[in-house]
T-cell receptor
Framework: EDQVTQSPEALRLQEGESSSLNCSYTVSGLRGLFWYRQDPGKGPEFLFT???AGEEKEKERLKATLTKKESFLHITAPKPEDSATYLC???????????FGKGTRLSVIA | ETGVTQSPTHLIKTRGQQVTLRCSSQSGHNTVSWYQQALGQGPQFIFQ???????GRGNFPPRFSGLQFPNYSSELNVNALELDDSALYLC????????????FGSGTRLTVV
C-alpha cells in the first residue's frame, strides 16, 4: 500500500528563520510527487510537481527537492504570509489517485 | 479561465439525512475526482469520474455515490449520513484521466449533527 509521511506535524518559525519540511514516501513506482499549500477552510493550491530523483524546483521562497525515498520543501527567509498547511502527495501512474500525507502546519511569526 | 467551483460552501445536516454536493470543473477539464478531508488529516480519495462514468474508487462505502454530466460538472451524494462524515469535501478536475494537472476547488464543509 502506498504511504506518505510528513514531518514535522507542526512547525513554528520566526520571520526570516529558514527551515525544511519533509515528505517520505513508500510507493511501488513513483510517477510524480506533488506539493500543495492549503489555507484554513480552502482547497489545496498547487506548488510543484517532481518526477525523478535529483529534480529540484523553485518558486519565490520555496524550493522542492526529490530523492528516491523522500522530498524536502525548503523555505528560505519565510514571511508571515507563508503560514499554511503544506501537503505532499504521490501518484504511481496517471490514472491512480493522489495519495496524500497529513500535512505540515507551518506558522511564521513576525 | 475559470477554476473549480463547489457549492455550497458550508452545510449542516442531521444524522441519517442525505446530501448532494456540486462541482463545476475547470474549463477544458473532463475528469473529476472527489476527496474527503477530515480535520487535521490529508485528503482521502473517494472516486473519479471520466466521460460520465466512475473511473476509480477509494475505500468508501456505497452510500457515497456520484454523477458526472455532459458538461463535465459533477455531484457527490451521500446517503444515511453519519457523524464521521463531517469533513471538508474537495473536488479536483484535470484535463484527462491520466493527466497530472489537478486543480482543486475550495471545498464544501459538511457538518453532521
Amino acid at each position: 500500500e502506498d504511504q506518505v509521511t510528513q514531518s514535522p506535524e507542526a512547525l513554528r518559525l520566526q520571520e526570516g528563520e529558514s527551515s525544511s519540511l519533509n515528505c517520505s514516501y513508500t510507493v511501488s513506482g513513483l510517477r510524480g510527487l506533488f506539493w500543495y499549500r492549503q489555507d484554513p477552510g480552502k482547497g489545496p493550491e498547487f506548488l510543484f510537481t517532481l518526477y525523478s530523483a535529483g529534480e529540484e524546483k523553485e518558486k519565490e521562497r520555496l524550493k522542492a527537492t526529490l530523492t528516491k525515498k523522500e522530498s524536502f520543501l525548503h523555505i528560505t527567509a519565510p514571511k508571515p504570509e507563508d503560514s499554511a498547511t503544506y501537503l505532499c502527495a504521490v501518484t504511481t501512474s496517471g490514472n491512480t489517485p493522489l495519495v496524500f500525507g497529513k500535512g505540515t502546519r507551518l506558522s511564521v511569526i513576525a | 479561465e475559470t477554476g473549480v467551483t463547489q457549492s455550497p460552501t458550508h452545510l449542516i445536516k442531521t444524522r441519517g439525512q442525505q446530501v448532494t454536493l456540486r462541482c463545476s470543473s475547470q474549463s477544458g477539464h473532463n475528469t473529476v475526482s472527489w476527496y474527503q478531508q477530515a480535520l487535521g488529516q490529508g485528503p482521502q480519495f473517494i472516486f473519479q469520474y471520466y466521460r460520465e462514468e466512475e473511473n476509480g474508487r477509494g475505500n468508501f462505502p456505497p452510500r457515497f455515490s456520484g454523477l458526472q454530466f455532459p458538461n463535465y460538472s459533477s455531484e457527490l451524494n451521500v446517503n444515511a449520513l453519519e457523524l464521521d462524515d463531517s469533513a471538508l469535501y474537495l473536488c479536483a478536475s484535470r484535463p484527462g484521466p491520466e493527466a497530472y494537472g489537478y486543480t482543486f476547488g475550495s471545498g464544501t464543509r459538511l457538518t453532521v449533527v
